[in-house]
């Protein structure tokens, strides 16, 4: 399967333009922003667990990165609130589940082979540190080689100057809405934008972002865009 696959568009996809579609796991359904592969895949989803659902053991080849949206995710390492951030590295495996119930987005194979290191943080806990321009606030989750990702909390009426990005920018809206000047985009919406891309972000009523840059291809040929 071949959805959103070509890393040299731009994509912008709406919270409510999507079904949820069933997994080969009782009670466990998805959101597909992208995919490019059968049930292994690099892919991007909203994953949701009914209570009592999980999956069977499997290993993560290329990793995952997850941020649980709300309930309670848990596997052999333990159980995770809404806000925890958790990265399993290439070669890890896990059989996870919920007892009573989550929501997670979640990545899939898109980590960098070499990055060992695995990741739990509780986003409510930790510590947030002032952005580069007033009104921002930035909590680092991720960093290996090119590849960042953090939480970014927009305070209303923050904007940030125009920037490029290279190896390219993802952006998942957690809360409020995000803006730039191609849109608007509320509380769901998932975007990506290609390797040198360039826009001029900004916040009217303030909002909180999960972003990973400098992961896409420099030279994106891609699959089919679907």
């Given at each position: ?142 960093e290996f080689g090119a590849q960042h990702t953090a939480l ?44 040198l891309s360039a826009h001029r972000p ?25």
């Amino acid at each position: 399967m071949q959805l959103h696959s070509d890393f040299s568009q731009r994509v912008v996809v709406e919270p409510t333009s999507l079904e949820w579609v069933d997994s080969p796991s009782s009670g466990i359904q998805r959101k597909l922003l992208e995919r490019d592969g059968g049930e292994v895949a690099r892919a991007t989803s909203i994953v949701r667990y009914a209570a009592g659902a999980a999956f069977a053991s499997h290993q993560h080849d290329l990793g995952e990165e997850i941020l649980v949206l709300d309930g309670v995710f848990s596997d052999e390492s333990g159980s995770f609130g809404p806000g925890t951030y958790i990265k399993n590295p290439p070669g890890s495996s896990h059989a996870p589940g919920s007892v009573t119930g989550c929501t997670l987005f979640v990545k899939l194979r898109h980590l960098d082979p070499a990055d060992s290191q695995r990741s739990v943080i509780d986003t409510r806990k930790a510590a947030w540190f002032a952005g580069m321009v007033p009104g921002l606030s930035v909590l680092p989750l991720s960093e290996f080689g090119a590849q960042h990702t953090a939480l970014v909390r927009w305070a209303p009426g923050t904007q940030f100057t125009a920037h490029r990005h290279h190896g390219g920018e993802e952006i998942y809206v957690v809360e409020g809405v995000f803006e730039d000047e191609f849109g608007r985009y509320p509380a769901g919406t998932w975007m990506r934008s290609p390797h040198l891309s360039a826009h001029r972000p900004f916040s009217k009523e303030g909002c909180t972002i999960l972003v990973k840059t400098g992961h896409l291809p420099e030279h994106a040929t891609g699959g089919r865009a679907a």
